[in-house]
Nanobody, 122 residues
Framework: EVQLVESGGDLVEPGASLRLSCAASGFTFRDYYMGWFRQGPEKERTLVASVQVMDSPTYYAPFVQRRFTISRDNAKSTLHLQMSNLKPDDTAVYYC???????????????WGQGTQVTVSS
């Protein structure tokens, strides 16, 4: 059974930092591209960042503006998103995704997690 379990979401103030994590199981993690999508209230689902199999980022959304860093640990089958200088517009459910091929805004993905809520509010 494929599982992608996100954690780390929280309610924080603008300017704060958060580290999201995704624990993967049920597939060969080290052979898959990984990424993070997000969906804010009444907004479309948008790709935030993606990374190739050897921890080299393949995509960052323009709204990231160098504030976020995607990384993976193949030995632990985990994916991370380090977020800094969070803004209210970053409020969203963040989803971990996996694909056997590169993950870009227009490409499909094979597996989705259930998401973790990030809320940025003063």
């Amino acid at each position: 059974e494929v599982q992608l379990v996100e954690s780390g979401g929280d309610l924080v103030e603008p300017g704060a930092s958060l580290r999201l994590s995704c624990a993967a199981s049920g597939f060969t993690f080290r052979d898959y591209y990984m990424g993070w999508f997000r969906q804010g209230p009444e907004k479309e689902r948008t790709l935030v960042a993606s990374v190739q199999v050897m921890d080299s980022p393949t995509y960052y959304a323009p709204f990231v503006q160098r504030r976020f860093t995607i990384s993976r640990d193949n030995a632990k089958s985990t994916l991370h998103l380090q977020m800094s200088n969070l803004k209210p517009d970053d409020t969203a459910v963040y989803y971990c995704v996996a694909s056997p091929t590169i993950i870009l805004p227009s490409t499909p993905v094979s597996y989705w997690g259930q998401g973790t809520q990030v809320t940025v509010s003063s």
